[in-house]
């Protein structure tokens, strides 16, 4: 953002951890609380598919060669739709449009959404028909490291799958219309027809060789990306009834989507570069890495989904609402923001520490069975302790970039995440290609190495990130009482968890672990009630007069 259109820095709060925890609430409950709650819900349903899902795929592909090449392939429509649906989309088309419903100019707002959809399908077309030609190009961005067989199987996959990634980009664009008009349960919803699909031709065709199975989930991921569209145009037409498709570019509010679009784009494209990067260092590692990394990224995702996405998308129109440059408006944004942080760091931590302690757990509960054996799990749960370390700075983060977007400051997450991108290639070349050779280890350890120095950038830019918005609009942190709290309650869980899982598992690996995840997060809830925390009671009293109904 220019320096004109920056918020003028105001002083700090008092620290927040003066206070008592339980005076120490976020803002009284808004339609932002209501829209994450049902951002969270959509994102829960679709996750939960989408776990089934991974689940099939490792009992009928496991970890070999046809399942790294579809996991590398699949990283394309998974790419797009991060990219425009929690990205560029958002940042640049919903602030713009949120405003121009929230000053009652419908019309115009139909208009605006139009002309962008129009654009966005001309982008899409191209896409596609570049991606297919250029898929043989693609492999050294997708993997370099493989040859032969893998190879060609990879570079069919990546082939089928581009035009389903366009139908998945054109459901970004529904996405951003149905979250400004607050209809956030249908469109994080939606990707249930996605997973559906895929699970329908897993179950179809399990029988069929791991090649030709991977090709069959290919096509029926298409047949899902499309169903994932269709399925939000009704409600669209609804709630903007003047919508048509236009290639007017001519109003200001457009040209303000596309002028925010590309640093945006190019933001959201370099944050989720990173993610490419662990999959191309992977390509260099023994066979299966690529498909336990991706894995592993099911299960991590998840609290980043339900708790970073699901506030960050329901906050962003939010404060796009309320942005301006007085004191006022800065007090509204450092309240937003500090509210969400704490409620993130409620979920996320525990989240976190389980990953840690209880990891094997999950793994063998979840994915255990069929070709994916018992080492597959001990890698998995040792790739997931590693996406462990930076689970909070990546939900954190995202609020954060999501606050200088309704800022309409895009250059700033561009320039840190740019900084982020070149620690994780730094940090992750020499902690998996190097370190286990220094350490005489397995190489296959180098996956951990991977997401754990991920982590760390993560970090990196999130403090980036915190700092500067602080000298912007004031401080909005987490009290450390609080986050004390919070991992000493996790911690506690944990350990008990820890003791009780060789007694519980013997009840079974599915009984058995899913009682040891409730026990600990039983222990969780009572010691952090016990501690008064906000968050723990408001959910146990939600619950309660959930249940008297």
């Keep these: 953002m220019s320096e004109e259109g920056q918020a003028p820095p105001v002083s700090p709060a008092p620290p927040a951890s003066q206070a008592p925890l339980a005076a120490q609430a976020p803002p009284a409950p808004n339609r932002s609380g209501v829209g994450a709650a049902l951002v969270a819900a ?33 990283r394309i429509p998974n790419f797009l739709q991060n990219l425009f649906g929690e990205g560029a989309l958002s940042a640049s088309f919903i602030p713009v449009y949120a405003r121009l419903l929230a000053e009652g100019r419908d019309e115009e707002a139909d208009r605006v959404a139009g002309a962008v959809g129009a654009l966005l399908a001309i982008v899409v077309a191209s896409l596609v028909l570049a991606g297919v030609a250029a898929a043989p190009f693609l492999m050294l961005a997708i993997a ?57 031709a897993l179950l179809a065709f399990r029988h069929e060789g791991s090649a030709h199975l991977a090709v069959l989930l290919a096509m029926a991921s298409v047949i899902g990306s499309a169903l994932q569209f269709v399925v939000q145009l009704p409600t ?22 596309v002028r925010t679009f590309v640093p945006v784009f190019i933001s959201r494209g370099v944050v989720q570069v ?8 992977a390509s260099f590692l023994p066979e299966g890495m690529v ?54 760091a409620f979920f996320v931590i525990p989240s976190a520490v389980a990953f840690l302690a209880l990891g094997d757990v999950i793994v063998r509960m979840l994915f255990q069975g069929g070709k994916f054996t018992a080492d597959n799990t001990r890698f998995t749960w040792a790739i997931l302790g590693g996406s462990a370390v930076g689970l909070l700075s990546g939900t954190w983060g995202r609020l954060y970039s999501s606050a200088f977007y309704a800022l309409r400051d895009t250059r700033t997450p561009l320039q840190f995440a740019i900084l982020r991108v070149v620690a994780t290639v730094l940090l992750g070349l020499v ?9 005489g280890v397995d190489a ?14 993560g970090w990196i830019e999130f403090l980036l990130l915190r700092r500067e918005l602080a000298r912007r609009v004031g401080a909005a942190s ?12 996790a911690l506690v869980a944990a350990g008990v968890g820890y003791l009780a899982k060789v007694p519980l598992l013997s009840l079974g690996k599915i009984a058995g672990g899913a009682a040891t995840l409730a026990l600990y997060a039983l222990v969780y809830g009572s010691l952090t009630w016990l501690a008064g925390v906000t968050e723990s009671r408001g959910l146990l009293a939600a619950a309660t007069r959930r249940f008297r109904r």
């Design 274 to 281: 990173s993610a490419y990067v662990d999959q191309l260092i």
């Design 478 to 489: 987490v009290p450390a009482r609080l986050l004390l709290s919070l991992w000493g309650s």
């Design 144 to 200: 370099p490291g493989w040859v032969g067989e893998k190879r060609e199987l990879t570079i069919e996959l990546t082939r089928i799958l581009f035009p389903g990634a366009g139908l998945l980009v054109m459901s970004a664009w529904c996405l951003g219309i149905l979250n400004s008009h607050r209809r956030f349960l249908l469109s994080y919803t939606a990707p249930v027809l996605w997973n559906v699909a895929m699970i329908a």
């Design 236 to 257: 669209v037409r609804r709630v903007a009834p003047r919508l048509r498709l236009s290639g007017d570019r001519s109003s200001e509010p457009v040209r303000a989507v």
């Design 431 to 439: 902690a998996a290609l190097t370190l286990p050779g220094v350490l």
């Design 444 to 457: 296959r350890w180098g996956a951990a190495g991977l997401t754990a120095s991920a982590g760390l950038a």
């Design 42 to 74: 959509g994102i829960l349903a679709s996750r939960v598919f989408g776990l089934l899902r991974q689940v099939l795929m490792s009992r009928f592909l496991g970890a070999g060669m046809a399942a790294d090449a579809f996991n590398a392939a699949f």
């Design 291 to 344: 498909s336990l990394l991706m894995y592993s990224a099911t299960l991590y995702t998840l609290p980043v989904s339900l708790f970073g996405i699901a506030i960050s998308a329901a906050e962003l129109p939010e404060m796009a609402r309320e942005s301006g440059t007085s004191p006022e408006a800065s007090e509204r944004l450092r309240s937003r923001l500090a509210g969400g942080l704490r409620r993130i």
